[in-house]
């Protein structure tokens, strides 16, 4: 009797060579490696304790994957991975996972925050150099700037416009010029047309002023010259018309 009690504390040669073998698979990635239930003894612990350990392993496997299903691929930045009685390195690991998760779902909603904002008009809003008291480094940082220098250069040539606009159209203040710094591209373009636009109407307004101005103090010498064009150009030929029938 105590014979066969001294031999279940020990694994036989061929339940150590069915140990290996499992270990073997295990270590390869199989998820299906398991070992006899019907062990006895310490060799049934040793079949019990792998069994859950790879149980286990395959369960944070399929979690990761349903991670990468609904966070990365059906965009619910909300999930996070949950393993039951998760502890040690288990509880550390999804620990880790899921403060990945935060760290990378975090820039997301602060760019679909920010570039929400713009779309709907509001230029106020920017997205924060760092979370938690920590600055955000690599390509967040990167990106944090990026998106805020772009903000910046559109409130900036908002704001230019806004003025220019205000001065010529509205108060008529002629010679008005939008000035946006650092701009390039299409922004130096649309700044490029804006000032365009405005010379143009200054041009063609101080013209027209000049023109009348003389006819009213009796000088009929003058006529507009200002290249323009539509409308501004059937007042034009209207105004040399008066002047010439002034004139003769």
């Keep these: 009797m105590n014979v066969l009690d001294n031999t279940s504390l020990f694994l036989s040669t061929q339940e150590m060579e069915t140990l290996l073998e499992a270990l073997i698979a295990l270590r390869r990635g199989d998820a299906t490696a398991r070992l006899p239930v019907q062990w006895l003894g310490v060799a049934g612990k040793v079949a019990d304790v792998f069994n859950d350990l790879v149980e286990q392993n395959a ?3 399929s979690e990761l994957a349903r991670l990468r299903q609904v966070v990365g691929k059906e965009g619910k930045l909300k999930q996070r ?3 039951s009685e998760s502890r040690g ?3 550390e690991s999804v620990e880790s996972i899921n403060s990945l998760i935060d760290d990378l779902v975090h820039p997301t909603s602060e760019v679909a925050r920010v570039i929400g904002a713009v779309a709907q008009g509001d230029l106020s809003k920017s997205m924060a150099l760092e979370v938690d008291g920590r600055e955000l480094e690599g390509e967040f ?3 944090a700037r990026t998106i805020n220098k772009m903000v910046e250069q559109l ?3 908002s704001a230019e416009v806004t003025r220019v606009a205000r001065e010529v159209g ?3 203040k002629l010679g008005g010029q939008a000035k946006v710094k650092g701009v390039a591209g299409t922004w130096k373009d649309l700044t490029d047309s804006v000032n365009s636009m405005a010379g143009n109407l200054t041009g063609q307004v101080r013209n027209i002023a000049e023109v009348t101005t003389a006819v009213a103090n009796g000088d009929l010498s003058k006529k507009i010259t200002v290249d323009v064009k539509g409308e501004i150009f059937e007042l034009k030929n209207t105004i040399n018309v008066m002047v ?5």
């Design 141 to 143: 940082l990167r990106t």
């Design 170 to 172: 509205t108060e008529g």
């Design 89 to 91: 390195f288990w509880g």
């Design 244 to 248: 010439d029938q002034l004139r003769s």
């Design 59 to 61: 369960t944070m496997a």
């Design 81 to 83: 991975a949950a393993l």
């Design 155 to 157: 409130g900036n040539f």
